[in-house]
């Protein structure tokens, strides 16, 4: 799938399900977003890494769209750190029990990872989240501000 498409379908999913902080992704364009959302994983991961996680967990690829624009818009604040990391978790809970019945195993599959992975940014996270952001968007302001 096209990144453009990839976004798109993003946004739908973020609506349908009605997730959490999903107004969050009003504020940007559509290119702006390709360059924000790297999948499933940080940006100190390889590509094919990120890819290959994203594939293993589609449904919470919306999740981590919400998750990244978040991080995009760290303040670095461990409040708000906080927050990003547990509504990783509750979005992840919402798309699972969105997508699969209460008898269907990948339902709480889906719960699981969510909480596990939003255990390990709340755990591994934070350098990361006082980082300066390296996408796109953020080089051509600063490059725009010189």
């Not at 709480?108 to 940014?121: D, K, T």
């Amino acid at each position: 799938m096209n990144r453009l498409k990839e976004i798109k379908e993003l946004k739908r999913q973020a609506g349908e399900f009605q997730l959490e902080n999903r107004e969050i992704i009003g504020k940007y364009t559509m290119q702006e977003l390709c360059s924000i959302y790297n999948g499933i994983g940080p940006d100190a991961f390889p590509d094919w890494l990120r890819d290959t996680i994203s594939a293993l967990h589609p449904s919470l690829a919306v999740v981590a769209f919400i998750h990244d624009i978040e991080w995009h818009e760290s303040d670095r604040s461990k409040e708000k750190f906080i927050a990003s990391n547990n509504r990783f978790k509750r979005n992840g809970y919402r798309v699972a029990k969105a997508q699969f019945g209460w008898y269907n195993p990948r339902r709480w599959i889906v719960m699981n990872q969510a909480r596990r992975f939003g255990n390990v940014c709340q755990l591994f996270g934070w350098s990361a989240w006082c980082s300066p952001c390296e996408c796109a968007v953020c080089r051509k302001k600063k490059e725009g501000a010189k």
